[in-house]
């Protein structure tokens, strides 16, 4: 998918909205994926975003040793795969391989890309002061990547289990 | 709009989607409304929410102040008072007299609900450690009114200044 560097202080208006994002990171050489609902703009320049990370995961350990990790929205065309990569662990499975999707290198951080969704945001882990808590890291975007697309892109904003709400269209107040 | 008590351990539901909501809060017997785009569930039961709460407004010095505040979700219908409600501030406008808002009292807090909006969330503040560095109220829902609907409500959320998306259709992944 062709994507154009986007504009950093404009990052919180691609995840305002609430969309599910794929959380990859990299540990060891090996890259792993983990969707997650529960994220949250804090700041618009720098852009800063609260990620809440199960404390379970493998993503979890992944991201407090590697202090990175890259934000990708998926659209709704990848609703199986996204719901896939929630329903085992990258402990036992290699998800990349697993669910054919594929990784591109990264500008400024280690952690992959996947190609398959419209936006990847490249984040550093600013404070963990949170995350014992709330499980929540809070990362700077360093760089980002966006489809350009004339129609707003149909994301998936997650209600429990294997329920979605797909984006919807856009209005002006 | 009639409505319901709902499940607290339910309430992630209502705001993993990532809606806007009008924050409602009480000062001095003075009910006033902001609406937000930066919120974030962050844990179940007992249901913890983070709102970011710009540090000028208000609605801010109220919450602070008060330890207290109703989140209410608004849908599509609701989409002017919405911006309205965040063009101007409590400290000169009477927002729920100016744009036609409904107070009905909570169960749990001071704060007044708004009539007009399909979910009402009491909430107690539980954190002010983030509201400093981040804006951050971590609250603490008590109780949660909400409409029984059939279809999936029509929520709105924000994209940039009057871009609004319209919450889309239901799928099984």
Known sequence: MKKRAFPLEKVYRLLGSGPVVLISSLRDQAPNIMP???TIPLDFDPP???CCIGDHSYTFATVK???ELVINIPTVDLVKKVYA???CSGRQVDKFRSFGLTQRPASKVKAPLIEECYA???CRVVDMSQIKKYNLFIV???AAHVAPTKK???TLHHI???RFMVGGREINA
């Open 140 to 142: 700077e975007v360093v």
């Open 65 to 67: 040793k590697s202090r």
């Open 152 to 154: 707003p892109p149909k």
């Open 160 to 162: 429990t289990g294997k």
């Open 85 to 87: 990569c929630g329903k």
């Open 48 to 50: 800063l975003v609260g």
């Open 36 to 38: 997650i609902a529960w």
């Open 120 to 122: 990847n945001l490249e």
